[in-house]
């Protein structure tokens, strides 16, 4: 894979992981208290 | 709780999802002989090569490449409307929003797809992973448009959980649409909190999309403006780009809304006052897409450089200049005239002069990107005349985006249903308070705080 490959893979790897992590957040019950 | 109460008080927004017409199955029907014949089109290129399309040594770009362009600039128009538009507070975006995220969603892939279209071989777009490097334009087009369209579905994908959830709790549908309606929703139960955390994600992706919009539309004008063709190498071309996708992306949202409203009987929701609004802004951009037009001919006009002048003339006054006049009436002139005039300032004017700005940008980014390439430094004439084959694909592609645009009006309200809750309960209340705290000599609220 040339540089080309790799800055797509990290950018669109980093992309996904915070778009689920604030759905997981979105979606996560209140805590009690 | 929340949600229940905002569908019953929107119960309108649900019928077009619980009652289809015999107009949708021959729209539809319609539709899907355009997207295959466009298909067909395309089999024909890619069994035959692109020798079955105009394109030519030296004009190596035509049709595909405006679409390109074109589709990319279309898609700002849900970020412009929904994401700029939110985090100014302004309320009257919100029957609108849904409509133009949806534009963004389903006008991107054909953007994107009118790359591998002009290839030819489009195996060939894994070369940008393999042998991609860091200096080429290419590579920074398609990692800003991939992350555009990823972020561009995931905030459009936020603001429907909620309606998804009304959907699934409220609609007496089959139980595949009952389903998709259950995954989709992913256990939303409209509690006050989950509200005020989507809240704060739609805030944050706001500005994140905003920041890409000005990204991508730039990346993609330095596609032209990093090579040094007389026509392309300009330093405005990027702003000039972006103020040219913003206005054509509002046209298509002031389109859209305008056929959803008709066919959708939401006259309640949208209403003049919505489209007299977004008319106002639209007649802004026209200014403003006229004074970067100006600039850009003036300075190359004044300059008077031999390479600059050649791609000017004929632009002007020889063979593109039908072309570049009938952009120049349809961008400015006819917007200008209706849209300045509150007597013509109306939803059908609106939409006439949406229409006429779509196909003079259109035209613009076809003599942005053909005549440079016709008249090549070097020397010499090229012409390009486009073929049935790239017209069918065209066509194709615009009669595939609207089929998408269509079938999701069927699946889900077309207007976001909870944005009209928030604003009947939240919306009102805290204007009126950031209004009593602008003015003076108007007792402020006992609810707001002490300085």
């Known amino acids: 894979m040339g540089e080309g490959g790799i800055i797509l893979l990290i950018v669109m790897a980093v992309a996904f992981t915070v778009f689920l992590s604030m759905l997981i957040w979105l979606m996560r019950p209140e805590k009690e208290g | ?451």
């Open chain 2, 1 to 451: 709780m929340k949600h229940e109460a905002a569908a019953h008080k929107d119960a309108a927004l649900f019928e077009p999802l619980l009652r289809t017409g015999k107009g949708f199955y021959v729209t539809v029907a319609v539709l899907v002989i355009v997207v295959a014949w466009g298909a067909y089109a395309y089999v024909r290129q890619l069994v035959l090569g692109l020798g079955v399309t105009g394109m030519n040594r030296p004009v190596f770009w035509g049709v595909y490449i405006t679409n390109f362009v074109f589709f990319i600039g279309l898609s700002h128009a849900g970020t412009l409307v929904s994401a700029i538009l939110r985090i100014v507070k302004a309320e009257w975006r919100r029957p609108f929003t849904r409509a133009a995220e949806a534009v963004t969603v389903f006008s991107l892939p054909f953007g994107a797809g009118s790359i591998i279209l002009d290839l030819g071989r489009p195996d060939r777009l894994l070369n940008v992973i393999f042998y991609g490097r860091f200096q080429s334009a290419i590579l920074w087009d398609v990692t800003s448009i991939s992350l555009y369209m990823l972020s561009s579905i995931f905030y459009f994908y936020l603001s429907l959980i909620p309606d998804i959830a009304m959907c699934r709790d409220r609609l007496n549908v089959g139980s595949l649409r009952a389903r998709l309606y259950r995954f989709l929703a992913l256990g939303w139960t409209g509690s006050e909190h989950q509200y005020r955390r989507l809240d704060r994600l739609m805030n944050i992706m706001a500005v994140w999309l905003t920041m890409l919009v000005v990204i991508v539309h730039t990346v993609v004008a330095w596609i032209f403006g990093m090579t040094i063709v007389p026509g392309w190498h300009s330093a405005i071309i990027g702003p000039y780009f972006l103020c040219g996708a913003i206005f054509s992306g509002v046209g298509a949202v002031i389109i859209t809304t305008a056929i959803l409203r008709r066919v959708y009987h939401l006259e309640d929701y949208i209403k003049p006052v919505h489209i007299n609004a977004l008319s106002l802004f639209f007649l802004s951009l026209s200014l403003l897409w006229f004074y970067f037009t100006f600039v850009e001919y003036f300075t190359t006009f004044y300059g008077d450089e031999p390479a600059h002048m050649v791609i000017f003339n004929a632009k002007f006054w020889q063979e593109f200049s039908p072309l570049f006049w009938v952009m120049v009436v349809c961008c400015f002139v006819i917007p200008v005239v209706v849209l300045s005039n509150p007597r013509t300032r109306t939803i059908a004017g609106a939409v006439a002069v949406s229409v006429f700005v779509n196909i003079g940008m259109w035209l613009e980014r076809y003599i942005v990107i053909i005549p440079p390439l016709a008249r090549p430094r070097l020397g010499g004439i090229g012409s390009y005349i486009p073929t049935w084959v790239e017209w069918a694909i065209t066509i194709g592609c615009f009669a595939f985006f609207v089929l998408l645009y269509t079938l999701f009006t069927k699946l889900f309200p077309v207007v976001a249903v909870w944005e009209m809750h928030e604003a009947r309960q939240q919306s009102i209340p805290e204007t009126m308070e950031r209004m009593r705290s602008y003015m003076p000599g108007v007792a402020a609220s006992p609810l707001s705080k002490e300085e």
